[in-house]
């Protein structure tokens, strides 16, 4: 039994459902190297802690190794590419029973679509969950790294829910898809996320799949209704914190300014490389047809976005960032987007990895921290007590890129609950005016 079991009131004990009506949540962010190492920078201007921490990234948000609150009793959920749980940073890891490799699938039943999540056939059954996919895991333990890893972890205590998503894929040389294993493809989004909502408390979203980065964002799917899926993260009251994606774009101009910014012309989008090309794509794509979850009244509270900043507090060059609505900058803030990390191919080595993939995790791993710090509040109401506690008084804050600012876990520790709690007034710190 975890050490502080009965601290947390409030943990869910739901049973596992699997058959879900859906609305996509397309968790379309940052792989390791996608963008993530190109525009480093050294350096800072904040005071180094006295010892020098395993993970500079937990220094620069106000971690402290000795605070009596790592996470114990919350149930923290992340899907991604699979995990070496035997990796030293991971030896004293709570990982809990629904942990695994799952894939989904359509199914007509009477007049219903559904969508069928089921643990994927003929997997290893390692812990690592997808040994198959060399490598590829890499992505994942970076990220339960900085969540729950035991010396770069910011909650090492939280019970982590680790579902491997990832597909079997084969590419070409240049990257691209050329053929994908029709029995482990991976799931949409939908399908994990009721099956997380049954049983955490909050939800890390900082994987990639094909198509331009459309984090935290409802895709309306013909045929498939949304409300169950959305209805139970609502219900159960699932935090979810999402990785702002590697495209270096504002969200503003894709979402918001639709008026003002008009899509990419042919010539424009024929000539455009790198970052410009990916903001013509979502500009011609993504525009219209996907909304982000942050601007649907209904679901906003549930969810925040992070961007990934250097070790200047600059944000990076590849992470998007909120741009001019006031509505996005009041859901986002950043978070150091290089961290040091798990090796996946070692049980002691560890890598440097950088993209907003891994600034969220630092979010969530905050996020358990407080939700353990404060029993009281709703999960909701833990994002809002993050957000409203960023830091904005370092140089060169701007919300356009910063949204609330700079994570400060000392600063949400040290917070009165009572200030961000479910109906209190002016729970939520206001950018709009």
Not at 290 to 297: A, F, G, Q, S, V
Request: aromatic share 8%; net charge negative; glycine share 8%.
């Amino acid at each position: 039994m975890r050490k502080k079991d009965a601290v947390r009131s409030r943990v869910k004990n739901k049973s596992l459902s699997v058959a879900v009506s859906s609305f996509i949540l397309t968790t379309l962010t940052a792989c390791g190297g996608g963008g993530g190492g190109s525009d480093e920078n050294s350096g800072g201007n904040l005071t180094p802690e006295p010892t020098p921490n395993p993970n500079p990234a937990l220094a620069l948000i106000n971690h402290d190794a000795d605070s009596p609150f790592d996470g114990t009793g919350v149930r923290v959920a992340i899907y991604d590419s699979g995990i070496n749980a035997s990796h030293d940073e991971f030896s004293d890891l709570v990982l809990s029973q629904f942990s695994g490799s799952f894939y989904s699938y359509t199914e007509v039943q009477g007049t219903d679509v559904v969508r069928i999540l089921d643990e994927t056939p003929n997997d290893d059954e390692d812990e690592d969950f997808s040994d198959s996919n060399n490598g590829r895991a890499g992505h994942g333990t970076g990220v339960a790294s900085a969540l729950v890893g035991n010396t770069r972890g910011v909650s090492s205590d939280s019970e982590l829910f680790f579902f491997d998503v990832n597909n079997l894929e084969e590419t070409d040389g240049s990257g691209n898809v050329i053929a994908v294993d029709p029995i482990a493809v991976r799931p949409d989004s939908s399908a994990a996320l009721l099956h997380t909502a049954e049983n955490a408390d909050l939800l890390g979203l900082n994987f990639a799949n094909y198509s331009i980065t459309n984090v935290a964002t409802v895709i309306v799917e013909d045929g498939i209704s949304n409300e169950s899926t959305w209805d139970n993260i609502v219900t159960n009251d699932v935090g979810m914190i999402a990785a702002a994606g590697n495209t270096g774009y504002s969200f503003s101009d894709i979402f918001v300014n639709t008026d003002t910014v008009p899509e990419c012309t042919d010539e424009e989008f024929d000539n455009a490389t790198g970052y410009e090309r990916d903001r013509c794509i979502a500009l011609r794509f993504d525009r219209g047809s996907d909304y982000p979850t942050t601007l649907i009244p209904a679901y906003e509270e549930q969810i925040m976005i992070v961007g990934a900043v250097n070790a200047s507090l600059e944000l990076e060059r590849y992470s998007n960032f909120p741009g001019d609505s006031c509505d996005l900058q009041e859901r986002w803030m950043v978070a150091p987007g290089t961290i040091t990390a798990a090796d996946y191919d070692s049980d002691t080595d560890i890598v440097t990895q950088s993209g907003t993939s891994f600034a969220a995790p630092l979010v969530t791993g905050a996020a358990a921290a407080v939700a353990e710090a404060f029993p009281s509040l709703s999960n909701k109401a833990v994002l809002r007590l993050l957000l409203s506690t960023a830091d904005r008084s370092f140089t060169g804050y701007n919300a356009d890129e910063h949204g609330q600012g700079l994570l400060d876990l000392k600063a949400a520790l040290s917070a009165n609950p009572s200030d961000y709690a479910d109906g209190a007034p002016d729970n939520l710190r206001s950018i709009c005016l």
